[in-house]
């Protein structure tokens, strides 16, 4: 068998968490060939159907239960010719008494794979239905992202009955926010926080792109192996869309540091990309079964759909937004007022379409600026380095003094910096500038309850991998967004008619 994976906190990234070979307790697992042979069980098969890993391997699946459930079973596996995913049964009787099963089948990479939950009470299909309906109602309609978001987290926290839901919005680095969060009386918030990529590994975002859906019932629940471990060519079963996957153990302490005894998230994707989850906690052991995680599933892809048009909406508005801000910016100017007259109000103007923490303008050998910004001395030595960018052009950059080591001096001040010549030469500049991530970001600091800190130790808590997350991010800038290029792209153009403009009436004048 291949060596163990080798994990440690440097390299989360490359734990291979689709083929840890594992189940958690809430379910077991039998992966077939291509002939429906049982090639891999899990070990907890007994305890759930009765009949031992070792004792079914290498015989026919068909044999496991009744000529009826069987047929049962192939029926349903017809939904996977035409349907991405899994092929779904609830309450199911698979021995024809009293014992019911959610059952979840998928095709894995070479192996047709079952999984079987035992669960209690007939199935609730349609008031599941209407819920979801009703709860995505309410959703819907509520005109800004924010809102929608923390009507969601309210909703899907009545639907799953998870004690606090957040929606967790990644950002362009990976690193991630909670936007919106729905919470018991009591409970310390984590709104508006933000969280490092490291938290949740690259490996994990591009899993969680393809399986939608993941739950941890009880983060000190037993797992079970799949035997055998790898199939006679080595190869390890690949549990990518497995519903019972046990999960990185790493991971699991991190929970624990959090006080998190039962964790769930969803995915939430716009455009095919991973764009958030609904990220779940409960602070005490919980479960919910196969058919309410299939309600909750549905739920996160009408959200997506909500999501996609609010969106689109907003990206109208920019555009609308920069629009009107080359109109009032012509009217402003043109009226005669010099540039740096005008400044204060022009950048209040930009602010609503590219937002910034300090503002400067460098015309006619003058320096004026506003919030957060290089000393003019500073400045005069940046302007020689924009100077030697492309002309015409906007130059964005969310860590400065990696390309200008002077930048250090003014780092605290100013990491990144978007700047547009409004002029030929010698150059004349208004620069954007925004400080330092670390320091504008939101953190609530450590976990209510870190009492029993795990092997890893407090390296393995939120606020220990925000403060590896601040070294990394030392010196950056929020990142300058691909909307935020091109309305700075759009308005360089602007500025240079209204200057170029300025610039001949006033020759007029002198002539
Ligand atoms: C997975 N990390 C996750 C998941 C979440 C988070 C939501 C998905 C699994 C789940 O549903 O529980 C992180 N949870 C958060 C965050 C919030 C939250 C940020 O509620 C904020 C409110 N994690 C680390 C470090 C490593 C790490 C340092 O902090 C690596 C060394 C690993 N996290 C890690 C791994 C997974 C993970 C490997 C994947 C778990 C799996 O699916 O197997």
């Not at 309609?141 to 800004?144: E, F, I, L, P, S």
């Given at each position: 068998s291949p060596p163990a994976p080798q994990v440690d906190l440097s390299n989360c990234?490359?734990?291979?968490i689709h083929i840890l070979g594992r189940v958690q307790y809430y379910g077991c697992l039998i992966a077939l060939s291509s002939d429906w042979i049982i090639a891999h069980a899990s070990e907890n098969c007994d305890a759930i159907?009765?009949?031992s890993a070792e004792s079914i391997?290498?015989?026919?699946?068909?044999?496991?239960?009744s000529q009826e459930a069987v047929h049962f079973l192939r029926t349903r596996i017809q939904v996977l010719s035409y349907q991405p995913g899994a092929a779904r049964a609830f309450a199911y009787p698979l021995f024809g008494d009293e014992r019911l099963f959610d059952i979840s089948i998928h095709n894995g990479q070479r192996h047709l794979i079952f999984e079987f939950e035992p669960r209690t009470g007939p199935s609730r299909q349609l008031e599941e239905a209407g819920d979801v309906q009703a709860l995505i109602g309410r959703v819907q309609?509520?005109?800004?992202l924010e809102k929608m978001a923390q009507e969601a987290a309210r909703g899907l926290r009545l639907l799953s009955g998870f004690d606090r839901v957040m929606v967790y919005r990644f950002e362009e680095d990976d690193s991630g926010t909670v936007i919106a969060e729905a919470l018991e009386r009591g409970q310390k918030p984590y709104l508006g926080l933000r969280f490092p990529?490291?938290?949740?590994?690259a490996q994990a975002r591009r899993l969680y792109t393809r399986s939608p859906l993941r739950i941890i019932?009880?983060?000190d629940g037993p797992t079970y192996r799949i035997v055998p471990?790898?199939?006679?060519?080595g190869e390890p079963l690949d549990l990518?869309?497995?519903?019972?996957r046990a999960v990185s153990s790493i991971h699991l302490e991190y929970l624990r540091n959090m006080g998190v005894a039962a964790s769930m998230s969803v995915s939430i994707l716009r455009r095919g990309k991973l764009w958030g989850l609904f990220a779940c906690h409960h602070r005490t052991p919980l479960y919910i079964d196969y058919e309410k995680r299939s309600s909750v599933e549905l739920f996160a892809q009408l959200f997506n759909y909500e999501l996609a048009q609010v969106e689109m909406d907003s990206e109208l508005r920019d555009v609308d937004r920069a629009r009107s801000l080359h109109d009032r910016m012509m009217a402003q100017l043109s009226s005669g007022h010099r540039i740096h007259e005008a400044f204060e109000h022009l950048v209040e103007d930009i602010r609503e379409v590219i937002p910034f923490d300090g503002a400067a303008i460098y015309s006619d050998g003058a320096y004026t600026a506003i919030g957060s910004t290089p000393t003019r001395e500073e400045f005069l030595g940046l302007a020689r380095f924009l100077n030697?960018?492309?002309?015409s052009q906007i130059y964005a950059t969310d860590n400065i003094g990696h390309r200008y080591p002077k930048g250090q001096d003014f780092v605290e001040r100013a990491a990144g910096l978007l700047s547009l010549p409004?002029?030929?030469?010698?150059r004349d500049y208004l620069v954007l500038f925004r400080r330092e991530l670390a320091q504008s970001v939101t953190w609530a600091g450590s976990?209510?309850?870190?009492?029993?800190?795990?092997?890893?130790?407090?390296?393995?808590?939120p606020r220990k991998s925000f403060e590896a997350w601040q070294e990394i991010v030392r010196s950056q800038s929020a990142p300058w967004k691909a909307g935020e290029r091109r309305a700075a792209e759009a308005l360089r153009v602007t500025l240079l008619e209204v200057v170029l403009k300025l610039t001949e009436e006033s020759n007029i004048v002198r002539k």
């Open positions: 990234d490359r734990e291979p159907l009765g009949q391997l290498g015989t026919r699946f068909i044999d496991l239960f309609h509520q005109g800004t990529a490291s938290d949740i590994p019932p009880d983060v471990e790898v199939d006679p060519n990518s869309l497995a519903v019972t030697t960018a492309p002309a409004i002029s030929r030469t010698p976990p209510e309850k870190p009492a029993e800190i795990g092997p890893n130790g407090i390296r393995l808590t």
